[in-house]
């Protein structure tokens, strides 16, 4: 064999070997963790925009919470989409960064009753947002109902063949290396390993970006700001829901509390109402739940609980990949005001907004403020 042709099949071996590995984890079968990604390098201040100037008038609308911003915010936040983060809640991975500014949380069981948030960014960003971890199908079909083609930044995801195959969710929906910043295909700097903001903690725990870095990306790489590639505005479909000011009158709800999973104590999750900030605190495992960017504790303005049938895949995958019918309806309660509404919830497809009624059919509008969203098993106790 000739020196050329040696080095040619070197090439082309390298270059099979680096397109498999790729394909394994943005497609293949199972999960893995330790991704190719650089260790953490501190963002520029250019990369962090401040979450909210307290010098200017709040005027501006928010119009997924309902929250009022100010004129610069909302110059920066028509400029882009919605951004979905898959932020883990393993015990290990907290404190979690930046849920204090998502506009939007949702948290359902992702295996093992073991909690993962669904952290929906827009009107304001974070300096830091991770631990970030992989898809789950049923986050994707909630996801979905947030405008064209939402940003969803997750690292891999389930893709074991069957009904809770994540990827190839993705892959269906065409989102696949489009609006879906998977890690394995969004290189450094946008997503980095930082093993010291969290010490001691293994490497699956270990991802993080911050929401600039990933609108960057999707606007730069892939064409994605408030328009399309297609010139399409991400909300031309999109329906807000209905938001309201603080009720005067407050109840005397003090407390809430309630279990994904019986015995995963650790995941117990309770809300304690302050009357005076009208708005419900957050504990999880016993422990006052905070955000590592500020060292705030978790506080939204509506408590959400949502019954959804929880099952299993079935997929043969170790873990125990779970399924929730996110499309159709059940019970639900909301908290707000210091009261507790009970009534229904309603998602008509899987791009369909899901609203929230109380017993008499009619909508329930919202308080303006962060707003949570708990996924529970149908027939779960919730004390409050």
Known sequence: MNKKLAILIAIV??????????????????????????TYVPPKESDITASESVNE??????????????????????KRRPLGVMIENHKEARPQSGLTSADIIYEAVA??????????FYCQDA??????????????????????YPLYAHVGGANTPGPADALGEVRRLNWNLYNSLNQFGVPFPYYWRDYERL?????EHTVYSTTNKLWEYAKNKRNLTDLDENNKRWDEEFVNWKFKEDARDKGDLTKISFDFWSGK??????????????SFKRFNGGEAHKDKNNDKQLEAKNVVIVFMQESSANDGYEGGHLLYKTVGDGKSIVFQDGKAIEGTWRKKSKTDRTKFYDQNGREIALNRGQIFIEIVPTGNKIVY
């Open 111 to 120: 295996e093992g009753g073991i909690t993962r948030f669904l952290a929906i």
């Open 57 to 78: 008038p709040k005027t501006e609308e928010c119009p997924l919470n309902g929250r009022m911003l100010t004129k610069n915010q909302r110059v920066l936040w028509e």
């Open 265 to 278: 104590t650790d995941y117990s999750v309770d809300w304690e109402y302050d009357k005076t900030t009208n």
């Open 13 to 38: 071996l390298y270059l099979t070997s680096t397109y498999l590995s790729y394909s394994f984890f943005t497609g293949g079968v199972g999960e893995r963790w330790r991704s190719p990604v650089s």
């Open 127 to 148: 300096q830091y947002i991770g631990p970030v971890r992989s898809a789950r199908i049923y986050f994707i079909n909630i996801l979905s109902e947030y405008g064209k």
């Open 199 to 203: 010490p001691g903690r293994a490497t």
